[in-house]
């Protein structure tokens, strides 16, 4: 069963634009992931941040979890045209079993 | 870049025919899975295992099987393909002692006709 979903479905912004996606789940998570995919390829893991983090950084990434509304959200800042690709988030619910999203499909206009 | 490949990367195949999609990774990993993933959608677990000899379902119901002789290897067969078996098929692997991070492959996309 599908746990993590993302919101929005869409997200079209100009270079140099921060982007924020959020990801909402069900159950008790052991840590919440995002990954990235390309058009047509396989997914390329982001970052990590476990439930008993609250915020987590990595380059022009910035993850946050609330684990009291089960949301966590993804802003990448200072977009580029090379961040255009489908962004997932993706629950692991301590049997190391993912369960991903519908995902958020970013659009980097130049 | 993971050390995890699948073949073929892309499939055109008649009705009725049996076909096996292969993947294997170099990094020793005791968890694979199979992912299903039409354009543009989410991610459907179909298979995993957590080691040799063991395989199980996943979430959706599918009408493949699966196999897991050997740690590296993870192949995934269609006894009878149809054109609802049209997707992308993804495969990963998960160390679990070392990473708590899926690598996947870069996919197989299967056309039915």
């Known amino acids: 069963s599908q746990q993590g979903e993302e919101d929005p479905q869409a997200l079209s912004i100009q270079e140099g634009e921060n982007a924020t996606m959020n990801c909402s789940y069900k159950t008790s998570i052991n840590n919440l992931q995002w990954y990235r995919q390309n058009s047509g390829r396989g997914l390329v893991h982001l970052i990590l941040i476990r439930s008993n983090e609250r915020e987590k950084h990595s380059g022009r990434l910035r993850v946050t979890l609330d684990t009291s509304k089960k949301s966590s959200s993804l802003l990448i800042t200072a977009s580029r045209a090379a961040d255009t690709a489908s962004y997932f988030c993706?629950?692991?619910?301590?049997?190391?079993?993912?369960?991903f999203g519908a995902g958020t499909r970013l659009t980097v206009k130049p | 870049e993971a050390d995890i490949y699948q073949t073929p990367r892309y499939l055109v195949i008649g009705t009725g025919k049996k076909i096996t999609l292969e993947c294997s990774q170099t990094?020793?990993?005791?968890?694979m899975y199979w992912y299903q993933q039409d354009p543009g959608m989410e991610l459907h677990l179909i298979h995993y295992s957590y080691g040799v000899n063991s395989t199980e379902k996943g979430d959706l119901s599918s009408e493949s099987t699966v196999s897991r002789i050997r740690t590296e290897h993870f192949p995934l067969t269609l006894e009878s393909a149809r054109p609802s078996h049209t997707s992308q098929y993804l495969c990963a692997s998960f160390s679990g002692r070392y990473s708590e991070t899926q690598y996947f492959g870069p996919g197989t996309r299967l056309l039915v006709l």
């Open positions: 990094m020793g990993h005791d968890k």
């Open positions: 993706a629950t692991d619910a301590w049997n190391n079993d993912m369960r």
